[in-house]
């Protein structure tokens, strides 16, 4: 089954950039999707597309896609962007949605 | 505003049964797929079963996979999961999800608070 990989960990000094990795096969071919879920509360989709924002979520969120990575980009992060960020694609082999392990970030 | 409310969960022992429902409200139900992802305790996010627009397609995880079934009932906007033969490591909050399309390979928008279920004896 298909694996996407993430640092378990990142952290950042508030107003410095936080740069989230998600490693796959492949994963250049693939649709990315990413999602921030603060303690205590369900996960919320930050970029969808690999590149694209809901609205609502602020443009300090930003995704790219190339490769063997996709990363999500917070700019100017602020205290408020400490929380769990899942990376996720749909998987046409097995026809499964997938999931990266998360990566938790701590603003210091 | 679009709402995912589940409910169902509980404590249950191993072996037993379980049904869980998510109401939705909001949006045009019968136009998009839906999702149940869980999520143990201190542990990431897992995709347990997805179901198309009308309900003729579903998938499911292979850790459920002949354990759990996924339904949906459009005419009453609600998404059911009925797991079968529950295991300890089946406990877990689970979360209702709407897709972004009318089959399950979207993403995820929006989450249900979710509903926790407890396998234990």
């Known amino acids: 089954s298909y694996v996407l990989t993430q640092p378990p960990s990142v952290s950042v000094a508030p107003g410095q950039t936080a740069r989230i990795t998600c490693g796959g096969v492949?994963?250049?071919?693939?649709?990315v999707h990413w999602y921030q879920q603060k303690p205590g509360q369900a996960p919320v989709l930050v970029v969808y597309?690999?590149?694209d924002r809901p609205s609502g979520i602020p443009e300090r969120f930003s995704g790219s896609n190339s490769g063997a990575t996709a990363t999500l980009t917070i700019s100017g992060v602020e205290a408020g962007d400490e929380a769990d960020y899942y990376c996720q694609v749909w998987d046409s082999d097995s026809d499964h949605q997938v999931f990266g392990g998360g990566t938790k970030v701590t603003v210091l | 505003e679009v709402l995912l409310v589940e409910s169902g969960g509980g404590l249950v022992q191993p072996g037993r049964s379980l049904r869980l429902s998510c109401a939705a409200s909001?949006?045009?139900?019968?136009?998009?797929?839906m999702h149940w992802v869980r999520q143990a305790p201190g542990k990431g996010l897992e995709w347990v079963s997805g179901i198309n627009w009308n309900g003729d397609n579903v998938d499911y995880a292979d850790s459920v996979k002949g354990r759990f079934t996924v339904s949906r009932d459009n005419a009453k906007k609600s998404l059911s999961l009925h797991m079968n033969s529950l295991k300890v490591e089946d406990t877990a909050l689970y979360y209702c999800?709407?897709?972004?399309?009318?089959?399950?390979?979207?993403?995820?928008?929006?989450w249900g608070q979710g509903t926790l279920v407890t396998v234990s004896s």
């Open positions: 492949n994963i250049g071919s693939k649709t």
């Open positions: 597309d690999a590149t």
């Open positions: 909001g949006f045009t139900f019968n136009h998009y797929a």
């Open positions: 999800v709407k897709d972004s399309g009318m089959i399950p390979r979207g993403w995820f928008d929006p």
